[in-house]
T-cell receptor
C-alpha cells in the first residue's frame, strides 16, 4: 500500500538559509507525488507535482523538489528562506482507485519556522 | 475566479446536534472530497464522490454523511454519532480522471464543540 513519511514535524531555519523538508514514499507502482503548503487557518495550496516528466520539479515561490527513485524520496528545497515561507508543508502520493480517479495519501506535515 | 468555497469558516456544535458544512466549486470538476485535519495527523479522507449521485466512504466515515445532488455541491453533515468532531474540515475537488491531477482545496471550516 502507498504511504508517505515526512521526517521532522518541525523545522526551523534562519532567514536566507537553505530550506530542506524531507519526504519518503512507499509505492508499488511509479508514483505521482505532490507538495502542498498550508498557511494558518487556510486550505492547502499546490506547490509542485511530480508526474514522471522530469526528476527535478520546479514549483511556485522558489521551491523545487527532486524525485529519487533509488531512495524513494521527494524532498522539498528552497535555496534561501523568506519569512513568508513560514507555514505547514504536506507531501502526498496519489493512489488510483476505481474509474481512474485519484485519492491522495498525505504525510503528517512539517511545520516550517523562519527566524530573522 | 474559479475555486472552492467552504462555509461557514467557523461552526459550533451543541451536544446531540447535527451540523452541515457547505462546499461549492465552480471548477467544473467531477470529483470532490472531504478531509478532516487534526494537529500532527495530516489529512484523513472522510468521503469522496466521483460523479453526481454517487459517493464512497473514505478512511474515517463513521459519524459523517454526505450528498451529491449537483456537480457543484458536496455538503458534509457531522452527525451526533461523531463523538469527537472538533477539527478543521477541508473540501477538495479534482478533474477526476488520472492520478496526475492535483486536488484543489477550499479554505476550510473549523468546527468546535460548545
Amino acid at each position: 500500500a502507498q504511504s508517505v513519511t515526512q521526517l521532522g514535524s518541525h523545522v526551523s531555519v534562519s532567514e536566507g538559509a537553505l530550506v530542506l523538508l524531507r519526504c519518503n514514499y512507499s509505492s508499488s507502482v511509479p508514483p505521482y507525488l505532490f507538495w502542498y503548503v498550508q498557511y494558518p487557518n487556510q486550505g492547502l495550496q499546490l506547490l509542485l507535482k511530480y508526474t514522471s516528466a522530469a526528476t527535478l520539479v520546479k514549483g511556485i515561490n522558489g521551491f523545487e523538489a527532486e524525485f529519487k527513485k533509488s531512495e524513494t524520496s521527494f524532498h522539498l528545497t528552497k535555496p534561501s528562506a523568506h519569512m513568508s515561507d513560514a507555514a505547514e508543508y504536506f507531501c502526498a502520493v496519489s493512489v488510483d482507485f476505481s474509474g481512474g480517479y485519484n485519492k491522495l495519501i498525505f504525510g503528517a506535515g512539517t511545520r516550517l519556522a523562519v527566524h530573522p | 475566479d474559479g475555486g472552492i468555497t467552504q462555509s461557514p469558516k467557523y461552526l459550533f456544535r451543541k451536544e446531540g446536534q447535527n451540523v452541515t458544512l457547505s462546499c461549492e466549486q465552480n471548477l467544473n470538476h467531477d470529483a470532490m472530497y472531504w478531509y478532516r485535519q487534526d494537529p500532527g495527523q495530516g489529512l484523513r479522507l472522510i468521503y469522496y464522490s466521483q460523479i453526481v449521485n454517487d459517493f464512497q466512504k473514505g478512511d474515517i466515515a463513521e459519524g459523517y454523511s454526505v450528498s451529491r445532488e449537483k456537480k457543484e455541491s458536496f455538503p458534509l453533515t457531522v452527525t451526533s454519532a461523531q463523538k469527537n468532531p472538533t477539527a478543521f474540515y477541508l473540501c477538495a475537488s479534482s478533474p477526476g480522471q488520472g492520478s496526475n491531477q492535483p486536488q484543489h482545496f477550499g479554505d476550510g471550516t473549523r468546527l468546535s464543540i460548545l
